[in-house]
Structure formats: C-alpha cells, structure tokens
C-alpha cells in the first residue's frame, strides 16, 4: 500500500505540473496574440522584390506604354507588338539575391508581318539578379535570358540611365552600350535632334528638330519624305530614351542604327529604307 500511495502521489505531482505548463503556455499565447503590433519582431517579406517584365519598355513606363514592376511575372515581354515573348514562366525560387526560372521563347518570323508570321517555340531559362532600391521598390536590376537552340537570341542586361527614363542596357567587357541591340518603340539620337518611332500603323517614322523635317517608311520599303514641315517637338524629348551611337534598335519589323552622321531605318524583310540627318534624307537598300 505505501507503493501505490507514493505512486499516486507522484502522478499527481506530474499532473499538477503538466496543467502548470499548459497553462503558463496558454498565458504565453494569449499575451503574444493581444500583444500591439510593433512589439512584435518583423521581418521583411522576400516576396515583396519586383521585376520589370517588359524588358523592350522604358522604366517605368510611358501613358501609351505602361510597365509596372512584378512579382513571380509569368510572361516576359521583348517586343511590346508581341512578336517575341517568354511565356509560361515556372520560377524555382524568388526573393534571394537572385531567382530562376524556366519558360518557353515564342518568336515570330514577321513574315508577311509580325502578327501573321511563323512562331517558333523554344525552351528558355531566365534567371534576375541583383536586387536594389529603384523608384521606391526593391527590384531585380539584372536578368540573363538563355534560349540553348537561339543563341544568339541570349541576353545579359541591366537597368541603365537614358535620358530622364531608364532602360535595359546589354552588359558586356567593355560595359558599354555601342554595338548591342535594343528593342524600344521610340528613341531619340544623342544629339537630341533626331526622334524616331516604330511600329505605328506598321510604318516607322523619324523626324528632325532642325530644320523641320520628317520620314516615313512603309511595309514594303517605300519611303515618304516631307521637308520644311512635321518636323519634331523638341519639348517632349527628354523623356525619350537615347539611342547611343553605334546601337541598333529592332522593333515591329524595323531596324534602325544610331551614328553620328544621323540616323538609317530599313524595313527588316525588304532591306530598303532611308538615313536621316540634319543635311537631309537619303534612300538606302536596294
């Protein structure tokens, strides 16, 4: 009997200590549930790091061009006219100093044009990187775009300074900006006296601030040329981003080149188009 008395006695003295614990634990729930908010420890979100899917916009967008910042994109813009996306995007990861993901590259060949052409679809991997503060967020400056059966479709680009906006630049040795690509709708010259815009109404058109003047290229390569009229408005170019001497931009089926002597946009199929300087506008092509 004074076996089981103890017995008894020592369960109960574990009983009485586990209601103890169990209720010092609920009392430690209840206070750290009422407790104010700025009491308790925070931790910044890592989903709360953006990107700029729509890699050939101006940063951060233009009225007629909007591109906000997202979190996890599932599409990757490279020509605003859709002709050439990353879709279905799949990320592994997101929120650390860099993140992956994979998608497929859908390309058209903008033959008879860019919205009836053939698209070709390939595996594509994309991974951003280099998160920083820009206009207010926390953004992934960087992304590298790897397509294996396109190579030379790859890209390297940070976010870069063009005039009062800011784009994709290509990262290279030399970390400069001549002889790359860009993909933007508008863009003005470095001397700030030639403006061109791509893609409206499927031609693309130039103009210069002085003297007035102003060209447009058509579809099939022909050119329209007004002198002494249209010429640019100067007041609304410092939005634009520049196109630095030795770059090209490609766009809705346009290729433009940015030199010194001025400013040559060909119709990619026909490879007929023009050069515009402050001298006049020429014929090129054949």
Same mark, same amino acid.
């Given at each position: 009997?004074?076996? %089981?008395? =103890?017995?008894? @006695?020592?369960?109960?003295?574990?009983?009485? !200590?586990?209601?103890?614990?169990?209720?010092?634990?609920?009392?430690?729930? %209840?206070? @750290?549930?009422? *407790?104010?908010?700025?009491?308790?420890?925070?931790?910044?979100?890592? +989903?709360?790091?953006?990107?700029?899917?729509?890699?050939?916009? /101006?940063?951060?967008?233009?009225?007629?061009?909007? =591109?906000?910042?997202?979190?996890?994109?599932?599409?990757?813009?490279?020509?605003?006219?859709?002709?050439?996306?990353?879709?279905?995007?799949?990320?592994?990861?997101?929120?650390?100093?860099?993140? !992956? +993901?994979?998608?497929?590259?859908? *390309?058209?060949?903008?033959? /008879?044009?860019?919205? $009836?052409?053939?698209?070709?679809?390939?595996?594509?991997?994309?991974?951003?990187?280099?998160?920083?503060?820009?206009?207010?967020?926390?953004?992934?400056?960087?992304?590298?775009?790897?397509?294996?059966?396109?190579?030379?479709?790859?890209?390297?680009?940070?976010?870069?300074?063009?005039?009062?906006?800011?784009?994709?630049?290509?990262?290279?040795?030399?970390?400069?900006?001549?002889?790359?690509?860009?993909?933007?709708? @508008?863009?003005?010259? /470095?001397?700030?006296?030639?403006?061109?815009?791509?893609? $409206?109404?499927?031609?693309?058109?130039?103009?210069?601030?002085?003297?007035?003047?102003?060209?447009?290229?058509?579809?099939?390569? @022909?050119?329209?040329?007004?002198?002494? #009229?249209?010429? *640019?408005?100067?007041?609304?170019?410092?939005?634009? /981003?520049?196109?630095?001497?030795?770059?090209? $931009?490609?766009?809705?089926?346009? #290729?433009?080149?940015?030199?010194?002597?001025?400013?040559?946009?060909?119709?990619?199929?026909?490879?007929?188009?023009?050069?515009?300087?402050?001298?006049?506008?020429?014929?090129?092509?054949?």
């Amino acid at each position: 009997m004074g076996r %089981l008395d =103890n017995q008894a @006695s020592a369960a109960g003295g574990v009983s009485g !200590r586990l209601q103890l614990v169990l209720g010092l634990g609920a009392i430690a729930l %209840l206070v @750290s549930a009422t *407790a104010p908010a700025a009491a308790r420890p925070h931790a910044a979100s890592v +989903a709360e790091i953006y990107f700029y899917a729509n890699v050939g916009n /101006p940063m951060p967008g233009t009225k007629f061009n909007p =591109n906000p910042p997202r979190i996890r994109p599932t599409t990757l813009i490279e020509h605003e006219d859709g002709s050439w996306l990353i879709v279905n995007l799949k990320w592994s990861s997101w929120g650390g100093s860099s993140a !992956r +993901a994979t998608g497929i590259s859908s *390309a058209s060949n903008c033959n /008879p044009n860019c919205a $009836d052409g053939t698209r070709t679809s390939d595996p594509a991997t994309l991974v951003v990187s280099k998160p920083k503060r820009f206009l207010g967020r926390t953004v992934y400056s960087c992304f590298r775009l790897t397509i294996p059966a396109a190579p030379k479709a790859n890209q390297h680009e940070c976010i870069g300074r063009s005039g009062s906006l800011y784009i994709y630049q290509p990262v290279n040795k030399a970390n400069s900006s001549a002889g790359t690509t860009v993909h933007l709708y @508008s863009f003005v010259s /470095p001397s700030r006296n030639i403006v061109c815009n791509l893609g $409206d109404e499927e031609n693309a058109w130039c103009a210069t601030v002085k003297p007035p003047r102003s060209v447009l290229l058509h579809p099939n390569g @022909s050119i329209s040329v007004r002198n002494g #009229r249209e010429g *640019a408005d100067s007041s609304g170019l410092a939005t634009v /981003p520049v196109l630095a001497y030795g770059q090209q $931009d490609v766009y809705a089926g346009y #290729r433009c080149r940015s030199a010194q002597v001025g400013v040559t946009c060909t119709n990619i199929k026909s490879r007929r188009g023009f050069l515009i300087s402050r001298s006049g506008v020429k014929r090129v092509g054949p």
